[in-house]
């Protein structure tokens, strides 16, 4: 869906490309933002790892000239919202997310023409003209914070993730309306196989990302963003867990806590359907011919970008 402005020219890349992005770096004035599900050498060499939510702050937040963001188009996408005067680079345009490619935004906005005593609560994970159609935006991150400062009495759309929205609404008791939006990657895990799992490592606690469905979520002692597993298997007792989110996040898991152990949360078939196909299309090399070309950018119109900003403002403002 992205056009395919992969201006990486051929040529030969650097031997040490570890060495040669750390001098680009320097060069550009550049910072490496990088999401958990990366490959592991990417959150290696990156300036701040984090999730949705931490990567859109540390956007907010940069003195740097140049954002390379090693993630997916609509966290660069958001980065470039907070940063209009800056270059922001994303590896590969084409790693979408099937989450935001599930809300076309002609469809959303009749959607929401048909509900208009509605509020729009959005899911971080939507492109930047639906993020410019909402009133608030959220990650998984913030997002009970959020609805809880939202009047009992709001009637409330909530897109594009199905699964998410469920969750809230049984956390919160708050009834919304959601759009049927979901990801590839967390519906792909198999209840069976993490019932099956459990028989092999009956003292493993299955921790799991609310993207899945609520037969997964059953069965997780602990439900969070990305940040939030991260952190719970650091200090809970346990030593071994389920992880049933994308493996990526395992690289960090097992940096902070060497001693446990992690096992991925097994998907429906024997595919590797549990990494994410579109975080996957970053690589090193790619990092690196980006920042060497400089190119292919994150742009869009002022239009949508100044439309896209209000209910992201609201959102850093509400989760503080
Ligand atoms: P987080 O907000 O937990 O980083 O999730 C982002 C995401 O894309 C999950 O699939
Ligand atoms: Fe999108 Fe799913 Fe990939 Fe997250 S894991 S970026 S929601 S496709």
Redesign the pocket.
Known sequence: MFTTTLAQKPGTLPLDLFTAIEDLKQELNAVILAHY?QDPDIQDIADFIGDSLQLAKAAAQTNAHVIVFAG?HFMAETAKILNPDKLVLLPDLNAG????DSCPPDEFAAFKAAHPDHLVISYI?CSAEVKAMSDIICTSSNAVKILQQIPKEQPIIFAPDKNLGRYLIQQTGRDMLLWQGS????ETFSEKKIVQLKTIHPEAEVIAHP?CETSVLRHASYIGSTAALLNYCQKVPAQEFIVAT?PGIIHQMQKLAPHKHFIPAPPDNNCNCNE?P??RLNTLEKLYLTMKNRTPEITMSEDIRVAALRPIQRMLEMSV
């Open positions: 599900y997916v997310c099937s989450l935001a994970n990801c590839i990657v967390h993207e994308e994410c579109f975080m």
